[in-house]
């Protein structure tokens, strides 16, 4: 049992590159999320899906694009790299959104430095 | 606004001490508090989950205690082992709410020395 597998685990970008960020979970869950995480700050939502084929916006969604087209999947993409996009990104996924007391279920990121 | 502040921002005990982290938040409506153990290099995994009317939650060593008058929990770890060295993080959710009210504190980094 995988549970949420992130691809790649490191990547470096030039500023102006793109590249999509991979997502697989292996649970069943309905609920996908994408979050960022920086130093002394708490994880910031990216964008979020509730479903195969939904996607939501979160706290932080300029410069992101994701899509659902698989219930096990959610992808993250960066379209034209900044540096200000460089963090490490943590995918989860859960049961039901965070009111109904089910845990989130994370990745281990993806560290991304653009330069 | 919704907010999840921690205390301290970090600590350093010695192995075999016991420690208490803080969780103060403003969410609302309060749906449900979490503590997650982030290990360097590694996404969080859930600790415990407490809800309005549980005021106390136990994890083998890790105990949460929740104040919903106060707004205030805390994470007690008795009898700390090397292991232990992590970032513990509180996640506060709203009621009846979208992802986007998942509010996550910044952590406490926990070190413990042999």
């Known amino acids: 049992n995988a549970g949420v597998t992130q691809t790649p685990k490191f990547r470096v970008l030039k500023t102006g590159q793109s590249m999509t960020l991979l997502c697989a979970q292996d649970?069943?869950?309905?609920?996908m999320y994408w979050y960022r995480q920086d130093p002394g700050m708490g994880l910031r939502l990216i964008h979020y899906s509730v479903g195969e084929g939904t996607t939501a916006k979160g706290e932080v969604p300029d410069g992101y694009n994701v899509s659902r087209l698989k219930k096990q999947n959610f992808l993250l993409g960066l379209e034209s790299a900044a540096p200000s996009q460089t963090s490490v990104y943590f995918c989860?996924?859960?049961?039901?959104?965070?009111?109904?007391?089910?845990?989130?279920?994370f990745g281990d990121g993806t560290r991304l430095s653009i330069l | 606004k919704n907010q999840v502040e921690q205390s301290p921002q970090s600590l350093i005990i010695l192995e075999g001490k016991n420690c208490t982290l803080q969780c103060n938040y403003t969410v609302s409506p309060f749906s449900n508090l979490r503590w997650y153990k982030q290990d360097t290099g590694r996404g969080p995994v859930s600790l415990t989950i407490m809800t309005f009317s549980e005021n106390t939650k136990s994890n083998g060593r890790y105990t949460a205690t929740l104040d919903a008058d106060t707004k205030q929990s805390s994470l007690h770890i008795t009898a700390s082992q090397l292991s232990d060295s992590a970032s513990y993080i509180c996640v506060v959710s709203a009621r009846s709410s979208s992802a986007s009210k998942i509010i996550f504190g910044s952590g406490t980094r926990l070190s413990i020395r042999p």
């Open positions: 649970m069943n869950h309905e609920y």
């Open positions: 989860a996924s859960s049961y039901g959104q965070g009111a109904n007391n089910q845990p989130q279920h």
